[in-house]
């Protein structure tokens, strides 16, 4: 079994500011609520036996999204976790509850779960290269790395992979040799259900109030440091969608 989760809890300021009224991303539409951010993804994700969606901020309109504007083969799929605590907490309580969600109803037995950030529009093609992909995945992007902006992936001297970002958007820092540097895909994929289930019950959840970065840096430290192949899978298509005039260019 497969499940597919994103995270779409955020207020989306700078997306709301551009469209003039307090906006949910991921369900903006110009005309047609079948283009939406979200009707995209779980329409790439439709392998997935699952979908965990995360919300937050204005959650009885994403709600009532999915409810009458998801085709019943989508909805069905649909577990809807509220995070409460969306202004108060970073990206990674929203990661935290989702795959707690998952793995409260699945248990640490289903066979891998599919992250993508919910404000993202990527190519069908490379969508289907992290689902296929038989390992653990990291995804890259060709966008330069800006501190304002990026999320950074370095690889260090050991090929261990470390992922950064700066909340102030005002620096990245590298305080030890490194042997690449990538910007982050934000898709992720996680074949070894029973680590990600042991990073879970292990750790003080209060870890996961800020970025999302913790649960991903230590997962896939944990598979380096094992020396368990993880694939690495460059987007052909990669915007993130902070704006309006980002979402026309993905052509939505």
Request: hydrophobic share 40%; proline share 3%.
């Amino acid at each position: 079994m497969k499940v597919f989760l994103t995270t779409v809890a955020g207020s989306a300021t700078r997306f709301s500011e551009s469209v003039g009224k307090p906006t949910v991303k991921c369900i903006f539409n110009r005309e047609d609520p079948k283009k939406t951010l979200l009707y995209h993804m779980l329409t790439q994700a439709s392998s997935y036996d699952y979908y965990v969606v995360v919300g937050g901020f204005l959650i009885d309109e994403l709600e009532s999204y999915i409810n009458t504007v998801l085709p019943d083969e989508f909805k069905n799929k649909v577990i809807l976790v509220n995070n409460e605590e969306y202004a108060k907490f970073g990206s990674g309580w929203s990661l935290y509850l989702g795959v707690k969600a998952a793995l409260d109803k699945f248990g640490p037995d289903f066979d891998e779960l599919l992250f993508a950030e919910g404000d993202l529009f990527v190519d069908d093609d490379s969508f289907k290269a992290v689902a296929d992909a038989d390992s653990s995945v990291i995804t890259i992007n060709r966008e330069a790395i800006r501190a304002n902006k990026a999320v950074a992936l370095y690889y260090d001297l050991d090929n261990v992979p470390h992922y950064i970002y700066d909340t102030a958007h005002g620096q990245l820092a590298i305080n030890e040799p490194f042997t690449a540097i990538y910007n982050s895909g934000q898709i992720w994929k996680f074949n070894d259900i029973k680590l990600l289930d042991k990073i879970i019950r292990d750790n003080d959840p209060k870890i996961h109030e800020g970025t999302n970065l913790v649960l991903i840096n230590e997962y896939f430290q944990n598979l380096a440091g094992n020396k368990t192949n993880i694939d690495i899978i460059e987007m052909e298509t990669w915007i993130n969608c902070n704006t309006v005039n980002d979402f026309i260019l993905a052509g939505m």
